[in-house]
């Protein structure tokens, strides 16, 4: 690997090559609480864990785990958002070398019974109120045999504890709710604290399975990506290594990206932890008031998110008052970061932003750009250590592509997944020869720094020329007008299919259809100019913030179905 030309951009101190720890994940903790006992670990609005009754905590909860039967290899569900019920009980399940199963909250009951009846879930951790509109129901279902119940209130102090149920309960729909006993059904608080901070012993493998980790299932059915301890934590130490100069023990995360998504589950949850850093909980990454409230309250320094949560805090009424210069970094990923919402929130906060690149299938992280080295815009950057990467013939995935030229990229390294879970296939269709098949669309540049251009299902054929979404929406994202942008592909009966474009605009701001066409053709070739607009008030999002170009698809599939 030592002829990549992105050797030299790597920062001074960077390694080629990393020495890795063979760290089960359940160690990071074990480390951070001895050598950090009494610095906070967590903190969830006005109630604060330090490192020392964190663990104490996990152990409590692994001890009740094992007493439900919990051994290793069993399947646990853990869903609900970032509080610190979900934490502990990723922590614990790691602890007893079991295999966590994230669920996001926001599944719908159909989603909720493939996942855990494919993952064969023998427990399951969720919400009170999840439970109460969602799971109960689906009992018979379910391969389930106990379920534990978490509440956001039971882990709030005095006054939020008695507030919280009724500001909960009047919300659309209500996010507290009263479980009654039943069997099968127990309740997280008083589990833990019925249990000794003693559990059993495990001998865990780097290469035991730590995660069933379930992508989007955009492209179909939800598969379960499986990661082992060793793809997870040489992950984690591959990161470690990349953002030099973090001092353990001191740090300050706000953990805003839901710990049921990988990006979050690496880079909010175990990364923190393996450096001794707070992470600040934030359940709801949409409230950008509360978000911004935290950084400044707990003096945040490292900062991960994603480009929508960087441009909502940008154009929040005031912000330029706040005091946000506490940021000294953060990370970008999941969506292309727009140069100006990047100077903006640079100058915002006098902090780095590092863009980078990942998937569930990697742990997620492959590549980012240098945090104090030579950074390029609208670039992923540089493949992390250990690393190897290439663009190749999209159709046969066979040769090698030119620098410059769009292909796919492929990625091969440790914290590349196992496979697919029940799914063979899938995962010989994907795993070919030890390099995992991205489905993205990238270039690789003179100097190594790769840029991703699309998704090889988002590439538009217009007239026979490739056209990617990615490159229109930096364009328009670049317009003064406009808030977001999302392009997708419709049928043309001339050019196959042509470019429609989705535009959100500024508050108090706009652009005629005529004018976004003339800025188009200013930066882009012809053919790559939408041909079709929609202003919208808002776009389709994931729980992660990131536009959802499928349903805008759908629309118009339906529409088009509608008009025949």
């Known amino acids: 690997m030592s002829e990549h030309p992105w050797f030299r951009f790597y920062e001074d101190g960077v390694p080629h090559n990393l020495d890795f720890a063979d760290m089960p994940l359940g160690g990071y903790l074990e480390n951070s609480a001895r050598e950090f006992p009494d610095r906070p670990a967590l903190t969830f609005l006005n109630r604060t864990f330090n490192y020392r009754q ?21 399947r646990v569900a853990v869903q609900g958002p970032n509080i610190p019920q979900v934490a502990i009980a990723y922590l614990a399940i790691q ?27 023998e427990v399951a951790v969720t919400m009170d109120f999840l439970w109460d509109q969602k799971v109960r129901f689906l009992r018979d279902k379910l391969p389930v045999r106990d379920y534990i119940i978490c509440s956001v209130p039971e882990y709030l102090r005095f006054p939020l504890n008695l507030l919280a149920p009724l500001k909960l309960k009047r919300m659309d729909p209500p996010t507290f709710a009263r479980v009654d006993p039943e069997p099968g059904v127990h309740f997280f608080r008083r589990l833990l604290e019925a249990s000794a901070a003693s559990p059993p012993t495990v001998d865990v493998d780097m290469d035991d399975i730590a995660v069933i ?4 299932g955009t492209t179909g059915v939800s598969k379960g990506a499986v990661l082992t301890h060793r793809n997870l934590s040489y992950n984690v130490q591959q990161v470690r290594a990349w953002f030099r100069g973090l001092e353990p023990g001191e740090e300050v995360l706000l953990a805003a990206l839901p710990f049921f998504h990988i990006f979050g589950l690496t880079v909010c949850l175990t990364w923190p932890v393996a450096v001794g850093a707070r992470m600040v909980l934030q359940t709801n990454p949409r409230d950008i008031e509360l978000m911004i409230k935290q950084l400044a309250k707990y003096k945040v320094t490292l900062f991960p998110a994603l480009p929508a949560l960087f441009n909502a805090i940008n154009q929040y009424p005031g912000v330029e008052n706040i005091d946000l210069r506490s940021v000294k970094r953060c990370f970008s990923g999941s969506a292309p970061l727009p140069e100006d919402v990047q100077n903006q929130f640079e100058k915002l906060t006098g902090s780095i932003i590092v ?15 240098p945090v104090e080295g030579r950074r390029k815009v609208g670039h992923i950057g540089l493949p992390l250590p250990d690393t190897d990467v290439r663009i190749v013939d999209p159709e046969s995935g066979l040769p090698e592509i030119k620098v410059g030229e769009a292909g796919e990229l492929i990625v091969r390294g440790p914290q590349v997944m196992k496979g697919y879970l029940n799914r063979e296939q899938e995962t010989a269709n994907t795993l070919r020869n030890g390099w995992l098949y991205t489905g993205d669309l990238a270039i690789m540049d003179e100097e190594g720094y790769f840029k991703i251009v699309g998704r090889k299902k988002d590439m538009i054929i217009a007239s026979g020329y490739n056209v990617f979404p990615d490159e229109i929406d930096r364009v328009l994202m670049a317009h003064h007008a406009v808030f977001e942008s999302c392009t997708i592909g419709v049928p043309d009966q001339k050019r196959g299919e042509t470019v429609k474009a989705f535009i959100v605009f500024h508050p108090d701001n706009s652009a005629t259809e005529e004018e976004l066409e003339a800025w188009c053709r200013e930066q882009m070739a012809a053919y790559k100019v939408p041909k079709h607009w929609e202003i919208r008030s808002e776009l389709p999002k994931s729980s992660m913030m990131k536009l959802l170009r499928r349903e805008l698809r759908d629309e118009e599939i339906a529409k088009q179905e509608q008009a025949k």
Not at 355 to 369: I, R, W, Y
């Open 54 to 74: 964190l663990k104490e905590a996990v152990d409590r909860f692994a001890t009740a785990l094992a007493g439900l039967g919990v051994v290793k290899g069993t």
């Open 355 to 369: 863009e980078g690149f990942g998937l569930t299938e990697t742990s997620p992280v492959v590549t980012a750009n």
């Open 213 to 216: 980790q379930y992508t989007g």
């Open 95 to 121: 602890r007893l070398g079991a295999h966590a199963v994230m669920t996001n909250p926001l599944y719908m009951p159909r989603e909720i019974e493939h996942q855990w009846n494919d993952a064969e879930v």
